[in-house]
Structure formats: C-alpha cells, structure tokens
C-alpha cells in the first residue's frame, strides 16, 4: 500500500492523513457492468490507493461547507493545464463592461482591473483538452464528489478557467441556502443551493471545485468563503456581501493555495473573492457538480460543446450525462473515477415494456 501526500488544511490547521485500502469491486447483482476500463498505469490492484473522503474530511466539510485538499495534482498536471491555457489564451474574455463587474465599485473586493474567463475547453484538441476532460473523472477527486453529489454526479456548468492580474476586482459574496440581493426578494428560501447531511450522507444540489493553477499567500486575495454559512438562517446583510461592514475581517477567510490544490465548495456557502494583489497572475479552473437528477445550468443541452463527446472517455461521457435518475439505467461512475468501470442499475424488462405500452417510451 502506498502513502500519498494530500493533506487537508482548514481553518488553517494541517491534517495529514489517508486512508490506505485496497480497491473492493462489490456490486451487487442489480448493476450491469457496461466497460472494464484499466486505465491507470499501475495495474496492480493490490497497490492502488484509496482516495476515499475520510470521515474527518466529512466532519470538516459539514462544519463548515467547503474543505481545501493538498498536492492534489503534480507538477506536471498542472503544467499540463497551464501550457493549455497559454496556448489557447487568445480565446479568454475580459470582464470588462459594468453590467460584468464582479465587486461593486469602490467596495472593499473592487479594484481597477477586470477578471478574465476562458472557457470551452472540454472541446480543446488533444493534448490541451485532456487535462481538463479528465478533472471530471480524476482517480483522487471522484471519490470526493461522489461523496459531496452522490453517486452518478454530473458536471452542472461549462467549466471555466479564471485569469487575473494583479489588482484586478475580486467577487461579491454570493450563494448560500437563502435568495440574496439579485433581483429576488431578499431571505428565501433558494431551492437551487442547498446542502443536507443525513445518516452520514453528505448531499449538496451544487458543488464547486476550484482548482488552482498559481500559487497565493494568505492576503493576496482570491477565493474566500463565509464558514459554516451553508447552514445560515439569516440571509447575508448586502453591505456585508461587498465588504462594507463591521465584522467581515473576522468572518471571512482567504486560504494560501499552492498549484495542484483543490477547494471543494457547497454553493450553498456564501462565498465570493477578494481582490488580487499578487504580481504573478491568479489562475485556476472552475468546475460546478450536481446530483444525478439535479441541474443549475443548461449545458447539457447541447452536450458541453460540439464535438466534445467524442473527446471523451467512457467514464468522462457519464459525467456529462443530462440530469435524471441513477435507477432509470443511468450509466454512473464509481467513486473510482476514471480507474473505475462504468456501471449501469437494470430496470426491469416488465417494467420498461410497460412504460413503452403506456407512453412509448422506454423511460417515463
Ligand atoms: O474567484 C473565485 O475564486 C470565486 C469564483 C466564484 O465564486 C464564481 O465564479 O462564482
């Protein structure tokens, strides 16, 4: 068994810990079992690892609605990513015009520069494309949001990679379980960000993981988050969101990040970002999950992209499924990811054929 250095920092403390545990195929006798995929180099099963969120990890995450984990993409990945980007960075878009301003002018979290996003790059040609579709299935974040969606999670969003110079606006703080300032009435509640817990199973309608491609210090601004918000039942006063009252400082909490760490968030904790102050430029690749039945954005509707299915592993093209049920034959990856077969629930023959009888169609 190896032992693998990601390390889970919150609220500034270090925890190092993994549990190391022989991959168990156990599925019972209702899965069909659709591709044997073995794609990791290391084919022996006895020194795979487990990168199974740990109870501590859940415990933090429930406290707090959001965990960062250590080292989770080497050197090279995340070279990978940053060559990709420059290659295509022709294509990134300045958040210029009013109505895109992230922060309000001359709040705490403004600043004179613009953010700049980049996306579509599920589509990107090999090798640039590859490792952006394999974040979706990756064999040490998988297990994280199958344990964060469930089973059967699926990509929500385009993912979107975030470029700023230095002194460039930060991100008024936004989601969280209640409606806040954007037109609706103000303390809702939101159906679309939630977070639940039951029985051990943690359950988030959207989760968020930011993978981070530069390196920051604690003050140099970037992604910060309200702790413990997604359980809040007050929604967030509109001059706290933007900086503007008393006790912000105190609450808010900016992590360092290194390149190849991972923030996993609930939408459903108010969060947004402070403005960059940092000479090399912030960049980091967002992606949102979702429950299987769950869905924020449209995405889906025109398969990510043109052409980007065909780009895809099997494990990959799972993901990027509409949102409908695991037990109406969904093909659902394990909490292997991309080490894992896809597995489909059987739904049985008389009841499909029933279904085409009464509505013509397999699937109701
Ligand atoms: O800049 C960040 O890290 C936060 C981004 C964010 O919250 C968003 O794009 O919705």
Redesign the pocket.
């Given at each position: 068994m190896l032992l693998k250095n990601i390390s889970v920092q919150l609220l500034k403390c270090n925890f190092n810990f993994r549990v190391l545990n022989n991959y168990t195929r156990k599925f019972n006798n209702n899965i069909i079992y659709t591709r044997n995929m073995t794609s990791i180099a290391n084919n022996n099963e006895d020194e795979k690892e487990s990168f199974k969120m740990t109870n501590h990890e859940k415990f933090l995450f429930d406290l707090n609605g959001f965990i960062v984990l250590r080292n989770v993409l080497n050197e090279d990945e995340v070279k990978e990513m940053n060559d990709a980007i420059d290659a295509n960075i022709h294509k990134a878009v300045r958040r210029e015009t009013k109505g895109l301003k992230n922060a309000v002018v001359n709040s705490k979290l403004s600043a004179d520069g613009s953010r700049i996003d980049l996306g579509g790059m599920l589509g990107w040609e090999k090798p640039h494309g590859d490792p952006f579709r394999r974040l979706l299935v990756h064999r040490k974040l998988a297990p994280y949001i199958t344990a964060l969606c469930g089973e059967g999670y699926r990509l929500d969003h385009h993912p979107?990679v975030?470029l700023q110079g230095k002194n460039s606006e930060g991100?008024s703080l936004?989601g969280g379980p209640l409606s806040g300032h954007d037109g609706v009435p103000e303390g809702r509640f939101n159906p679309e960000l939630q977070y639940n817990c039951r029985n051990g199973s943690i359950w988030n309608s959207l989760l968020a993981m930011?993978v981070s491609l530069c390196d920051s210090d604690s003050g140099d601004g970037?992604?910060c988050v309200l702790r413990g918000s997604h359980k809040l039942n007050f929604a967030v006063p509109e001059k706290f969101s933007i900086g503007e009252l008393k006790g912000f400082d105190d609450h808010i909490y900016q992590p360092a990040m290194k390149k190849g760490d991972v923030i996993f968030f609930s939408e459903a904790t108010v969060?947004?970002?402070m403005a960059w102050k940092r000479d090399e430029q912030r960049r980091?690749a967002?992606y949102r999950f979702a429950p299987s039945n769950f869905a924020y954005g449209r995405g889906y509707l025109n398969n990510f992209g043109e052409d980007v299915l065909e780009k895809c592993t099997p494990q990959q093209k799972a993901v990027l499924q509409p949102p409908f049920a695991v037990r109406l034959q969904r093909k659902t990856l394990t909490e292997q990811g991309e080490d894992g077969e896809v597995k489909q629930y059987k739904r049985s023959e008389v009841k499909m054929k029933h279904d085409v009888a009464v509505f013509g169609s397999t699937y109701f």
């Open positions: 979107l975030i991100f936004h930011s970037g992604f969060h947004g970002a980091l967002l």
